[in-house]
């Protein structure tokens, strides 16, 4: 991939946040339909290190050895970065080829084709880690969606949030920041952590949030 690629790629993920067909409110066909045309492939370059390093360093330092969920995994880059001694990865995503492609990374992984609007755990497992990597954004209720998914937190489990700042203040990713915001300011989310990641060559940030359980349990919990 050239360097102008991998500059689409960066727009195409503003755009995914304003183009209603690439919002994920969109159905399945969307997303499969952009990694059937490799949209996507940039994520796997050296250039998208920064971001994938500091969620895996999260689940690292977290969890010593122990189970995690990838929720909306994509193409499975992260699993590059965790270690499988140490780390028992399952991940799902809505694109079936971006599952296949992400199984083929670790044929071991536990990846399946499956939706965050209605994903149930297996034999009510739960995880120690989840990560939302760039994936809480593409759900309509992205608040009720982290509630839920608490339900599927061990104890003293974690979750981890990626989210892109989007410069484009009525893109779904800049609304899911504010409705994030608006939780951390009422209190309702317990933010350990938080790190913001630049890429100095384009301008582009996120930040990195590792929640621990909500101090309010009754307002996730119901
Ligand atoms: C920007 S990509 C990030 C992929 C991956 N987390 C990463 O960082 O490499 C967003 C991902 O969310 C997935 N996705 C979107 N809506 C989803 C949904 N409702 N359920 C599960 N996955 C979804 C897309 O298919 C896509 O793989």
Redesign the pocket.
């Known amino acids: 991939m050239t360097h102008e690629d991998s500059r689409q790629g960066d727009r195409s993920?503003e755009q995914?946040a304003t183009d209603p067909s690439q919002t994920?409110f969109s159905p399945?066909l969307d997303?499969?339909e952009?990694?059937q045309r490799n949209v996507?492939d940039y994520?796997g370059e050296v250039g998208?290190t920064p971001?994938?390093a500091v969620?895996a360093g999260y689940i690292h330092k977290l969890l010593p050895r122990g189970r995690i969920l990838?929720?909306?995994?994509?193409?499975?880059?992260?699993l590059d970065y965790l270690d499988p001694e140490r780390i028992d990865y399952s991940g799902?995503?809505?694109?079936p080829t971006?599952v296949t492609r992400a199984r083929r990374i670790n044929v071991d992984a536990k990846i399946t084709v499956?939706?965050?609007?209605d994903?149930k755990p297996a034999e009510n497992e739960t995880y120690e880690i989840i990560?939302?990597?760039?994936?809480l954004?593409?759900?309509r209720q992205p608040i009720e969606t982290l509630r839920r998914f608490f339900g599927f937190l061990t104890p003293s489990g974690h979750i981890i949030i990626?989210l892109?700042h989007n410069r484009n203040p009525e893109s779904v990713g800049a609304l899911c920041t504010r409705s994030f915001k608006a939780e951390i300011q009422a209190g309702r989310v317990n933010v350990i952590a938080a790190s913001e990641v630049l890429n100095c060559e384009s301008g582009l940030k996120w930040t990195i949030y590792c929640l621990g359980r909500p101090r309010t349990i009754e307002t996730f919990d119901g």
Do not use: K
């Not at 990838?70 to 992260?78: F, N, P, T």
């Not at 799902?92 to 694109?95: A, G, H, K, V, Y």
């Open positions: 993920r995914s994920g399945t997303w499969e952009t990694f996507w994520l998208e971001r994938y969620v990838d929720v909306g995994c994509g193409e499975g880059v992260l799902f995503d809505i694109s971006a499956g939706s965050m609007d994903f990560v939302f990597n760039e994936s954004q593409s759900v990626s892109f």
